[in-house]
């Protein structure tokens, strides 16, 4: 009885003895195996790195109205960081932004104010959508001949553009208070809806019933 107690230990410190040899030629200087010992590593081939896009804004001095969705809070700035790691590189899309804005109005793009919001990733994480406003300085001269409007990111190519092209089309509505578009949100058939003023057919069935407009 005593043998087969000997026995079964040495078998257990033999199998033991092999597997610590194993980890240590796996571990080996030569082998090109894998290391045990912690220090700088590989990027890990199962984690997939994507890009993240945020906005950073600075600590405003007063709060605004959070009741109001349309309210203009300058100062925005989009980044879109290549992937999810303190390290990596950050890059601005809003001089991108302030530069198609300032083709269009034909100003300086050092002279325009920019709030940005409602970020949104489609679900194959290629396309962001978000809303901007930029307006040209100083902001309360000229904040009444603006609107919020849509714009996209391209991730892969790290383009923006205007999700409407036509301008005439984003500005439809200017001068009886509409044409701005905020919050949108993908679809799962990649449509976008999103939050807008341009409600003339509510408006106009307000106006069949003999009720005031008291929203738009």
Not at 43 to 64: G, K, L
Not at 126 to 151: C, D, G, H, Q, Y
Not at 183 to 202: E, G, K, N, W, Y
Request: with cysteine; aromatic share 6%; glycine share 8%.
């Amino acid at each position: 009885m005593q043998d087969n107690v000997l026995s079964k230990r040495a078998r257990h410190w033999s199998g033991l003895t092999l597997a610590i040899a194993c980890l240590a030629a796996c571990g080996g200087g030569g082998g090109g195996g894998v290391s045990l010992v912690s220090g700088d590593q590989d990027a890990d081939p199962v984690v997939v790195e994507i890009p993240i896009a945020y906005v950073r804004r600075p600590v405003p001095e007063t709060f605004s109205d959070l009741r109001d969705p349309l309210a203009f809070n300058p100062g925005a700035q989009l980044f879109l960081r290549e992937r999810a790691s303190t390290t990596a590189d950050d890059i601005d899309i809003t001089a991108q932004i302030t530069a198609i804005v300032a083709e269009e109005l034909d100003a300086d793009a050092e002279n325009l104010a920019v709030d940005i919001k409602g970020l949104e990733s489609s679900f194959d994480g290629k396309t962001i959508v978000f809303a901007a406003r930029v307006v040209p300085e100083p902001v309360s001269a000229n904040l009444e001949t603006t609107t919020w409007n849509l714009w996209q990111l391209d991730v892969e190519s790290e383009q923006a553009s205007y999700l409407i092209s036509s301008r005439i089309k984003r500005n439809e509505g200017l001068e009886s208070g509409g044409a701005q578009d905020i919050a949108p949100h993908f679809l799962p058939d990649d449509r976008i809806v999103f939050s807008s003023t341009r409600q003339i057919t509510s408006q106009a069935r307000q106006l069949n019933e003999g009720r005031a407009q008291i929203f738009s």
